[in-house]
């Protein structure tokens, strides 16, 4: 009783005089079942499909998830799809998976800045998928493994398909034979090989090329003696040697004359060789062989396996087959650049050792020997074969104005003098020297003309033609005798003297490639400006003679051209101030040593000009060090050495590699300088001085500690790494293995270019070096910061810095050890001297999580498709930072544990860890807490090159994913109930909600589960249990009655056949089959339309089923009226499309055989008022057990039924034919009062289904009685 005590106003609250009742819902839905991810036997609430694809994932394929006895455990999605389809509105579902289930998880990597022993190399032979271990031979053979050690990690590969492994065990250097030039075929392993010396046979040696011969060439013309020949022409699969560089089979040979043959070789040239280079035919010795370990590819330069390293010697690969070869042992090596790689070099390239010199000429006169004068030329061609003594050639041209011919290489031997005999084919003739009876050179043609008479000494003939270059007459005869150099002659009757070819103003020269009039020309100390360029006897004139004719044998010289604008490093263009003589193909020095380089000539741009042609070339390819205004630039003549084999990559080389990896590096880089030309397969070639001797390569073998996922070429790189953090899959199951993830240095920091005001070393002994900043926006403990220059470059040389506590006030930064160093203190300090200022930026790191579409076997194109993609940005390493990444994804847990591996407590709603990421958790790998306030900078950020050219983080997959389907079973979904209701799995999870009133498992019809689903729903009274029928096949009348007989429940209905839907997941999109689907969650979304629409009142039958297609099965009315009634009570799904009104339920009927309650909607309706009334009379515990009590509490119940009668459950005109109540001294004995029992009585009428409707009609007369 309230107290008055006091004088006052008292305003009371006072209970009205009932508490009316609110009625539960009765279509909140229960589910468990299989899905392809979420939390594990924690029920989640779901209010849509997209809601349960978004918490749970979508479809599952059958395939998949059929286990043990064809079982199948995908059908929970369709059941949910089909619920909210046919009306449903709230699903409680129960994600269950067996415990050995897994979740996918990968780790990621770093560079550990810290490790100053880090290793690196690349393989030297391609790893192929599911190898690398001592199981799955063969390991991976690597290029100067440096540190690695047993127990390291290692990076396999680059972007997405990188592998990191263990190093299980070291090997030795296993057998293998470096090649000087790469195999023409692919050999399988077990192929047979044989080690030969050069074995020349002296039948077949030696002959000449007669013509140049471009790499690539599949036949040579050959030149030889009459005996060669002959020798040679009845052979084939004849082993040549040509120049001493390369090996080919000749696959035939054809005669064309005595001395020439032409032959047909098997495979093509790799180099190319000039007219005369020497081929030799070889023998093959006998010997034993030795097989191939592993298998040798077309275009490889390593063989493994006979490990023959006698450089010189010639390896024999494929004995006896049809792909037989031979190339030359070499010395695997690494060539040491002095400029770094221009472009990426494809393995395969060939470099040859050239020597490079400034433009130069050799003054001759003639006779030499590629130009000869001759006495008679009649009857000579090109092609014809110049022979004197014991040496010959192949004539290049003849003219037959000037009497002579040109050869098309030097003739080998002693230089030609006239009055030599030689042999042009079958011609004989002598070699002349200029003047002669025909060609006449003057001390000068002006004025002199065609048809004039040349007279010596009355010795007469007409000009033919005049030649202004060679300052020299054709006569149309020839003179009784050669006038002799210096005979004063007349021409025209004017006097004139005879010269030699060679004298002040006409200079024949070696060679004229590249001269043009308007060049300037130094022999010796004099200089002349070229006016013409005769080609066919291969001198110049000049527009003025020199003071005396040059001896032959003098060196000609030409003025340097210079650079008239500068041009930075990757300019592709140079400016020159002069480009006579230049052309495409021509090699140019730019500037001079130490910083010279070389590069060709691609083609010239704009027009030509006039003398000196200023203008721009284009170059090859970029070139790689700036050259300012005004260096020289000369052209160069360009010799191969054909007495060094060439340098052939081993490896593809990266743009900038410094280190060329080649099969024969013997004596390169001995004598420097030296330069080498790499000709890549499009033919750029590209000039490098070495920077050293060739190093000797040391490969080895190294055993992983697991097989390879992805196969990865020779010369990808492996590298050792650290590991950093472990990423795992949110949830388990195979679903985890469509992850990927790419990290990457973020590109917008956090601190971004703060001003340094000044640099403060440690105060005293124990204390901390300090920076003052500008600005400390984005700066916390355990920010990594960079200093950048005032330009914003990095500094060099200065390491990361990491803030260990921030005074705002201040605006100081203090730093931890070891803090500031010597290259910062100066940079800030040089800075703030210039009157600027050095910056900082902090470094920070981002995480893309990305999850690919389930795989599409229809159209497979989109499997990379990707469903959703989270991205987290400025994350950091340091615990200490509120960006800990930790802390903002979510840490690693262990399912059913209280915390997660941070020690954090897990999310009461899922059971998960707190995080930010709906994919993946991760963990730290660091073991020693103290240890994660190092400088970390965050994963490696690797990359991948796309197609089109552009780049993107790597994605990198997770993998090891589990459903467990062979161990899904009963248990799994039955579950074990706990006192602790975290604890509870499976069905027994179901529990914990307590507004669910109904429950299914889809597609699961075992006695046990089946059963497990009634015992819950009698236990806890206010369910019903919704059972699908058996699956097809087995699914006919029988069968499904034997199903109804194992069970009698008032809580349970059974429902059947199956439900058939288009095929989520088709083998192909022309031939959609169609796929079974339990009918439950159809059926629980049709009850929830039916009690929202209508009222729970009202038999969830005669209505469509929505989204399905078809049934497994198709029952006729006959065989319904079997199923229908008591005692079987089987709710039968029929097809009434033939009377146009679709697949409906026709049926309503719990599996009880008690008659009063084998309407489900009069069980449900129980149901409701039941566990309305229990949750409405809760205030009724305690209260005084008295009239009062008993008055109000039948009113509460009676307005509660009154509306529910109101709304057609119950029968009756009024409510008293509808329902009664009564709490009363007629319900309860004194006994049960002063034992605290209040009994309430109820009768309720429910409304039963119109069933069976009967319409009986009659025929009646006119006037009968009603």
């Known amino acids: 009783m309230p107290e008055y005590l006091a004088p006052g106003v008292y305003v009371e609250e006072?209970?009205?005089?009932?508490?009316?009742?609110?009625?539960?819902?009765?279509?909140?839905?229960?589910?468990?079942?299989?899905?392809?991810?979420?939390?594990?036997?924690?029920?989640?609430?779901?209010?849509?499909?997209?809601?349960?694809?978004?918490?749970?994932?979508?479809?599952?394929?059958?395939?998949?998830?059929t286990g043990p006895g064809a079982r199948v455990h995908s059908y929970l999605p369709h059941a949910v799809e089909g619920f909210f389809l046919n009306g449903g509105k709230r699903a409680w579902v129960t994600r269950v998976l067996p415990e050995q289930a897994e979740r996918a998880r990968r780790d990621l990597f770093h560079l550990d800045l810290a490790n100053a022993a880090i290793g690196g190399s690349v393989l030297l032979r391609p790893a192929l998928?599911?190898?690398?271990?001592?199981?799955?031979?063969?390991?991976?053979?690597?290029?100067?493994?440096?540190?690695?050690?047993?127990?390291?990690?290692?990076?396999?590969?680059?972007?997405?398909?990188?592998?990191?492994?263990?190093?299980?065990?070291?090997?030795?250097?296993?057998?293998?034979?470096?090649?000087?030039?790469?195999?023409?075929?692919?050999?399988?392993?077990?192929?047979?090989?044989?080690?030969?010396?050069?074995?020349?046979?002296?039948?077949?040696?030696?002959?000449?090329?007669?013509?140049?011969?471009?790499?690539?060439?599949?036949?040579?013309?050959?030149?030889?003696?009459?005996?060669?020949?002959?020798?040679?022409?009845?052979?084939?699969?004849?082993?040549?040697?040509?120049?001493?560089?390369?090996?080919?089979?000749?696959?035939?040979?054809?005669?064309?004359?005595?001395?020439?043959?032409?032959?047909?070789?098997?495979?093509?040239?790799?180099?190319?060789?000039?007219?005369?280079?020497?081929?030799?035919?070889?023998?093959?010795?006998?010997?034993?062989?030795?097989?191939?370990?592993?298998?040798?590819?077309?275009?490889?330069?390593?063989?493994?396996?006979?490990?023959?390293?006698?450089?010189?010697?010639?390896?024999?690969?494929?004995?006896?087959?049809?792909?037989?070869?031979?190339?030359?042992?070499?010395?695997?090596?690494q060539l040491p650049l002095d400029v770094p790689a221009y472009a990426p070099y494809p393995a395969g390239t060939i470099g040859q050792l050239v020597t490079l010199d400034d433009d130069a000429r050799t003054v001759v006169d003639l006779p030499t020997n590629v130009v000869v004068p001759l006495d008679t030329v009649a009857g000579m061609s090109a092609g014809m074969t110049f022979t004197f003594g014991a040496n010959n050639q192949v004539v290049a041209a003849v003219n037959p104005a000037l009497g002579l011919v040109r050869l098309a290489a030097p003739l080998p031997g002693p230089a030609l003098a006239a009055g030599d005999a030689v042999q042009v084919g079958a011609i004989a003739a002598s070699v002349v020297a200029y003047p002669t009876e025909r060609v006449v050179p003057l001390d000068s043609v002006n004025g002199v003309e065609t048809g004039m008479t040349f007279d010596n000494a009355g010795d007469?003939?007409?000009?033919?033609?005049?030649?202004?270059?060679?300052?020299?007459?054709?006569?149309?005869?020839?003179?009784?005798?050669?006038?002799?150099?210096?005979?004063?002659?007349?021409?025209?009757?004017?006097?004139?003297?005879?010269?030699s070819l060679l004298r002040p103003d006409v200079i024949p020269l070696d060679d004229v490639d590249g001269l043009a009039p308007g060049m300037s020309i130094t022999i010796g100390a004099d200089t002349g400006t070229i006016s013409a360029v005769n080609t066919t006897v291969g001198a110049v004139a000049l527009q003025a003679p020199l003071p005396a004719a040059p001896a032959a044998g003098a060196t000609a010289s030409f003025a340097l051209r210079h650079t008239t604008q500068a041009a930075g490093a990757g300019a592709a263009t140079l400016a020159l101030d002069n480009r006579l003589g230049l052309d495409a193909g021509d090699v140019l020095r730019i500037g001079a040593s130490p910083d010279e380089e070389y590069v060709a000539i691609a083609r010239m741009l704009g027009e030509r000009g006039v003398s000196p042609d200023a203008?721009?070339?284009?170059?090859?390819?970029p070139l790689s060090a700036g050259h300012a205004s005004g260096v020289e630039v000369a052209r160069q003549d360009v010799a191969v050495d054909t007495t060094r084999q060439p340098a052939t990559l081993v490896l593809s080389t990266a743009d900038g590699s410094d280190q060329l990896l080649v099969g024969d590096g013997t004596t390169y880089g001995a004598v420097l300088p030296e330069?080498?030309?790499?000709?890549?397969?499009?033919?750029?070639?590209?000039?490098?001085?070495?920077?050293?001797?060739?190093?000797?390569?040391?490969?080895?073998?190294?055993?992983?500690?697991?097989?390879?996922?992805?196969?990865?070429?020779?010369?990808?790189?492996?590298?050792?790494?650290?590991?950093?953090?472990?990423?795992?899959?949110?949830?388990?199951?195979?679903?985890?293995?469509?992850?990927?993830?790419?990290?990457?240095?973020?590109?917008?920091?956090?601190?971004?270019?703060?001003?340094?005001?000044?640099?403060?070393?440690?105060?005293?002994?124990?204390?901390?070096?300090?920076?003052?900043?500008?600005?400390?926006?984005?700066?916390?403990?355990?920010?990594?910061?960079?200093?950048?220059?005032?330009?914003?470059?990095?500094?060099?040389?200065?390491?990361?810095?990491?803030?260990?506590?921030?005074?705002?006030?201040?605006?100081?930064?203090?730093?931890?050890?070891?803090?500031?160093?010597?290259?910062?203190m100066n940079a800030v300090n040089n800075a703030l001297m210039a009157g600027l200022n050095a910056r900082v930026r902090s470094r920070e790191w981002s995480l893309t999580v990305l999850l690919r579409q389930r795989p599409d076997p229809a159209v497979p194109t989109r499997n990379d498709n990707l469903l959703d993609q989270?991205?987290?940005?400025?994350?950091?390493?340091?615990?200490?930072?509120?960006?800990?990444?930790?802390?903002?994804?979510?840490?690693?847990?262990?399912?059913?544990?209280?915390?997660?591996?941070?020690?954090?407590?897990?999310?009461?709603?899922?059971?998960?860890?707190?995080?930010?990421?709906?994919?993946?958790?991760?963990?730290?790998?660091?073991?020693?807490?103290?240890?994660?306030?190092?400088?970390?900078?965050?994963?490696?950020?690797?990359?991948?090159?796309?197609?089109?050219?552009?780049?993107?983080?790597?994605?990198?997959?997770?993998?090891?994913?589990?459903?467990?389907?062979?161990?899904?079973?009963?248990?799994?979904?039955?579950?074990?109930?706990?006192?602790?209701?975290?604890?509870?799995?499976?069905?027994?999870?179901?529990?914990?909600?307590?507004?669910?009133?109904?429950?299914?498992?889809?597609?699961?019809?075992?006695?046990?589960?089946?059963?497990?689903?009634?015992?819950?729903?009698?236990?806890?009274?206010?369910r019903f249990a919704v059972l699908d029928g058996p699956p097809p096949d087995n699914d006919t009348l029988a069968d499904v009655q034997d199903l109804r007989s194992r069970y009698d429940s008032r809580y349970a209905a059974v429902y059947h056949p199956w439900l058939t839907i288009p095929d989520p997941f088709p083998q192909s999109l022309a031939n959609l089959r169609q796929v079974p689907i339990p009918p439950s969650g159809h059926m629980l979304g049709i009850y929830a339309r039916v009690d929202n629409e209508r009222g729970v009142h009202k038999a969830p039958a005669n209505e469509v089923v929505r989204g399905i297609s078809g049934l497994t099965r198709y029952f006729s009315k006959g065989e319904q009226d079997i199923l229908n009634p008591y005692p079987a009570n089987i709710n039968v799904v029929r097809d009434f499309r033939p009377n146009n009104r679709g697949l409906r339920v026709w049926g309503a009927r719990c599996i009880t055989s008690e008659s009063e309650f084998k309407y489900l909607n009069v069980r449900r309706l129980l149901i409701f008022l039941e566990d309305s009334i229990d949750r409405g009379m809760q205030w009724v515990v305690f209260e005084p057990n008295a009239e009062e009590l008993w008055a109000r509490v039948r009113r509460s119940i009676t307005n509660?039924?009154?509306?529910?009668?109101?709304?057609?459950?119950?029968?009756?005109?009024?409510?008293?034919?509808?329902?009664?109540?009564?709490?009363?001294?007629?319900?309860?004995?004194?006994?049960?009062?002063?034992?605290?029992?209040?009994?309430?009585?109820?009768?309720?009428?429910?409304?039963?289904?119109?069933?069976?409707?009967?319409?009986?009609?009659?025929?009646?007369?006119?006037?009968?009685?009603?």
């Open 615 to 621: 203008g721009v070339v284009q170059l090859a390819h």
């Open 14 to 65: 006072t209970q009205a005089s009932n508490k009316p009742i609110e009625g539960v819902s009765t279509s909140t839905t229960g589910l468990v079942g299989v899905t392809e991810r979420g939390p594990l036997n924690v029920p989640q609430l779901v209010t849509s499909f997209g809601e349960f694809q978004r918490l749970f994932g979508g479809m599952l394929p059958a395939d998949e998830f």
């Open 460 to 499: 007469t003939a007409l000009v033919a033609t005049v030649l202004p270059d060679l300052r020299a007459v054709v006569l149309a005869t020839a003179l009784a005798a050669a006038p002799a150099a210096g005979t004063a002659v007349t021409v025209g009757g004017n006097a004139n003297t005879a010269q």
């Open 870 to 1022: 989270e991205s987290f940005r400025q994350l950091s390493m340091d615990p200490r930072h509120s960006r800990y990444f930790e802390r903002v994804i979510g840490a690693t847990f262990t399912p059913g544990a209280p915390a997660d591996d941070a020690g954090n407590p897990l999310r009461r709603w899922d059971r998960r860890s707190e995080g930010a990421s709906q994919y993946i958790r991760v963990l730290d790998l660091e073991p020693v807490i103290a240890n994660r306030t190092a400088i970390r900078l965050g994963p490696e950020a690797l990359l991948d090159v796309l197609p089109s050219g552009l780049v993107r983080p790597a994605r990198l997959p997770l993998s090891g994913g589990s459903d467990a389907v062979p161990l899904m079973g009963d248990p799994m979904y039955a579950g074990t109930d706990n006192n602790e209701p975290d604890l509870r799995t499976g069905l027994q999870a179901l529990k914990n909600p307590q507004n669910i009133s109904l429950v299914a498992i889809p597609g699961q019809t075992t006695a046990a589960l089946q059963q497990a689903l009634i015992d819950q729903c009698e236990a806890m009274r206010y």
């Open 1200 to 1266: 509660f039924l009154t509306t529910v009668w109101r709304n057609g459950a119950l029968e009756g005109t009024t409510p008293e034919q509808g329902f009664f109540v009564k709490c009363d001294r007629t319900t309860m004995t004194r006994d049960d009062i002063d034992n605290g029992r209040l009994i309430v009585v109820i009768g309720v009428a429910p409304v039963k289904p119109a069933e069976y409707v009967i319409i009986r009609i009659g025929l009646w007369t006119a006037d009968a009685e009603q």
């Open 129 to 333: 998928q599911d190898t690398g271990t001592a199981i799955n031979l063969p390991r991976l053979y690597v290029l100067d493994p440096g540190n690695f050690g047993v127990g390291d990690w290692v990076r396999v590969g680059d972007g997405s398909r990188a592998d990191y492994r263990l190093v299980q065990a070291l090997g030795a250097a296993p057998a293998h034979t470096a090649l000087t030039l790469p195999l023409y075929f692919s050999h399988a392993a077990g192929a047979p090989t044989r080690d030969i010396a050069v074995t020349v046979n002296a039948t077949l040696s030696p002959f000449t090329l007669r013509d140049d011969t471009r790499a690539g060439a599949t036949e040579v013309v050959l030149s030889g003696t009459a005996a060669l020949i002959t020798n040679l022409l009845p052979l084939t699969h004849q082993l040549l040697q040509v120049d001493g560089a390369e090996y080919v089979f000749a696959a035939a040979v054809v005669g064309l004359s005595t001395t020439e043959a032409r032959v047909l070789l098997e495979t093509p040239l790799r180099l190319p060789h000039a007219r005369g280079a020497q081929l030799d035919g070889l023998d093959i010795p006998a010997g034993a062989n030795v097989n191939l370990d592993v298998a040798a590819s077309a275009g490889g330069l390593l063989l493994f396996g006979p490990g023959f390293s006698t450089a010189g010697n010639l390896v024999v690969v494929g004995v006896g087959s049809a792909q037989e070869e031979v190339q030359r042992v070499g010395t695997l090596a």
């Open 675 to 824: 330069v080498v030309r790499f000709t890549t397969a499009d033919g750029i070639a590209y000039f490098h001085r070495l920077d050293g001797a060739a190093a000797n390569a040391s490969p080895l073998e190294i055993e992983l500690d697991d097989r390879l996922d992805f196969s990865h070429a020779a010369g990808a790189v492996v590298a050792e790494r650290n590991r950093l953090f472990a990423v795992q899959a949110l949830d388990a199951g195979g679903w985890g293995d469509r992850l990927m993830v790419a990290a990457a240095d973020e590109a917008s920091s956090l601190a971004a270019n703060a001003n340094v005001l000044a640099a403060n070393p440690p105060p005293g002994p124990g204390m901390f070096s300090s920076l003052q900043l500008a600005t400390l926006t984005g700066i916390e403990p355990g920010t990594i910061l960079e200093l950048l220059a005032p330009d914003g470059a990095p500094v060099a040389g200065a390491p990361l810095l990491k803030a260990r506590a921030v005074d705002r006030a201040s605006r100081l930064v203090l730093l931890d050890p070891p803090g500031l160093q010597a290259a910062h």
